[in-house]
């Protein structure tokens, strides 16, 4: 196995009947595949910091009392009549 390991790895007596059956399942896994089951990757979530993310604000189409889609007025350039936002 290629994975770096940081802690004595354990012996096929001290293990559980869960790790000996992932032990097996592992080598299998690169026997036929050729790479490792789990490969290592950093941890997500609760031992790193999520980047904050920019929510976009939700639009809809805008619509008339009788349910039929808005149209822009093209004589405001500035807003568009046709879509409003829908900020929760």
Same mark, same amino acid.
């Not at 390991?5 to 097996?24: A, D, P, V």
């Given at each position: ?36 089951? /789990?490969?290592? =990757? @950093? ?7 999520? #980047?904050? !993310? ?6 809809? /189409?805008?619509? =008339? @009392? ?7 007025? #093209?004589? !405001? ?12």
């Amino acid at each position: 196995m290629s994975r770096k390991k940081y802690f004595r790895e354990k012996s096929w007596n001290e293990k559980t009947e869960l790790e000996r059956f992932e032990t097996i399942v592992d080598e299998f896994w690169e026997l036929v595949f050729g790479t490792p089951r /789990r490969p290592e =990757k @950093k941890f997500e979530g609760m031992m790193t910091k999520a #980047k904050p !993310t920019k929510a976009k604000p939700k639009r809809k /189409r805008a619509r =008339k @009392k009788d349910g039929t889609y808005k149209g822009d007025d #093209k004589s !405001t350039p500035d807003v568009n009549e046709a879509w409003e936002s829908n900020d929760e």
